[in-house]
Structures are given as C-alpha cells and as structure tokens.
C-alpha cells in the first residue's frame, strides 16, 4: 500500500510542493550510506545536508560531529565536520571569487576577493579596496586614501596610521 504525502501537490509543469499547508512536518532524502543525505526540518525552518541539522538557523552541513557549539551572529551557514573542515570557491582561470558583505544600502560595501586573472587578493572595505595582496607577495594598504607598496613597510606605515 503507498503512503499518502500530507499537504503535497504537483503541479503540471513537473513542480512538486510539499507541505504547503506549513504543517511540522519534516522531509528527508537517503543516500546509500546516509539516512539523513538531506533534511528538511518543517517546524524549525532548518536544513540539514548529511545531518538532521541541530546547529545554526539555516543550512547545515556535516560530515561528522565536531562537539562544538555556534555563535548565534553567525550561525546561517554552518559548515561541520570533526576533523578538518571547509569550504572551497572555485572560479574561471581568468575570473573571480568573491564573498560579498552587504546592506540595504549597498550589496557589497564589503568584500574578499580573489581575481584568479592576477593572482590576488583584494579586501575591500566601504565599498573601496582597502589591502591588496599581489601574487609576488607585496602587500598594498590604502590607508586614508593614500596607497602604500611593499611588504613590511606597507604594514608598518598602517599601523603608524591606525595609531595616530
């Protein structure tokens, strides 16, 4: 006997809705070796990839358990695993790879970027790169709207900067 999905349509066009009447009900897909692959948490607005996701707000990401807790200001994404962990950006050989940090005022008032053209990474701050890093190593700071060049005496010219 089939089991009935509650709340599920499927419209003609192929699209499937599950749970639009938002009952807490949960949705989960199971690979060959994970039962929880993917999870959808109905009554906490959580997804879980490879866990039932019991960390952060929004989309969780575990390989194993790391026993650590989050930090509830930064907890939309969280990637889990008990050994190493991360995170990898892959961009075209002449592009970029960027994290944008933004506001209602502007989408990236803030940003890392890594132009793989050049082979540098950039950090920019108030919508304006701020510190550059350049493949051979030198280091760019503008400070004050002032560009300096080169390594230590980039950095030290900064810190004279920031302290007066």
């Known amino acids: 006997m089939a089991a009935k ?15 639009e009447s938002s009952a807490d009900v949960d949705f989960r897909v199971e690979s060959n070796s994970n039962t929880h692959m993917l999870f959808v948490d109905g009554g906490n607005d959580r997804v879980g990839i490879g866990t039932t996701p019991d960390l952060g ?5 575990r390989t194993a358990d790391s026993g650590a807790g989050i930090n509830t200001s930064a907890d939309n994404l969280v990637i889990e695993d ?10 075209g050989t002449s592009n970029h790879s960027r994290i944008n940090f933004g506001d209602s005022g502007d989408n ?10 050049a082979d540098q990474m950039s950090f920019k701050t108030n919508a304006s790169t701020r510190f550059l890093i350049r493949d051979t190593g030198s280091v760019h700071i503008d400070s004050a709207g002032e560009s ?7 950095y030290a010219a900064y810190i004279t900067n920031a302290q007066s």
């Open 148 to 154: 300096s060049g080169g390594g230590a005496e980039a």
């Open 5 to 19: 999905i509650p709340a599920a349509g499927v419209d003609l066009d192929g699209a499937i809705t599950l749970n």
């Open 57 to 61: 707000v929004g989309l969780h990401i």
């Open 82 to 91: 008990s050994g190493d962990s991360g995170m990898t950006i892959l961009g």
């Open 108 to 117: 990236d008032i803030g940003q890392i970027t890594y132009d793989h053209g």
